[in-house]
């Protein structure tokens, strides 16, 4: 079985309060927080919001991190168990 490629990973809120990183954009904050906690994946994010890959990802690993958000289990996304 091959792995699913982690653009197509989807995620979903564990809080509702995520942080922002130390040059956050408000609004890039808002738009991107209710895309990825909604299951958006970071490759659609990164086709959907006019703004560089790197700051998306970066928002993305940076919530995955501090346990904003989580990893959504389906047909997209097979986390390794740990």
Not at 8 to 27: K, L, M, N, V
Not at 44 to 59: G, K, M, N
Not at 70 to 82: A, C, I, L, T
């Amino acid at each position: 079985m091959t792995a699913a490629h982690p653009d197509s990973w989807q995620h979903g809120p564990r809080s509702e309060s995520p942080t922002r990183t130390a040059r956050g954009d408000d609004r890039l904050l808002r738009t991107l927080w209710q895309k990825a906690s909604s299951g958006v994946s970071a490759g659609r994010c990164e086709a959907e919001i006019p703004v560089d890959a790197f700051r998306i990802r970066r928002y993305h690993e940076h919530w995955l991190q501090e346990g904003a958000l989580r990893p959504v289990e389906g047909p997209d996304h097979r986390p390794s168990g740990g």
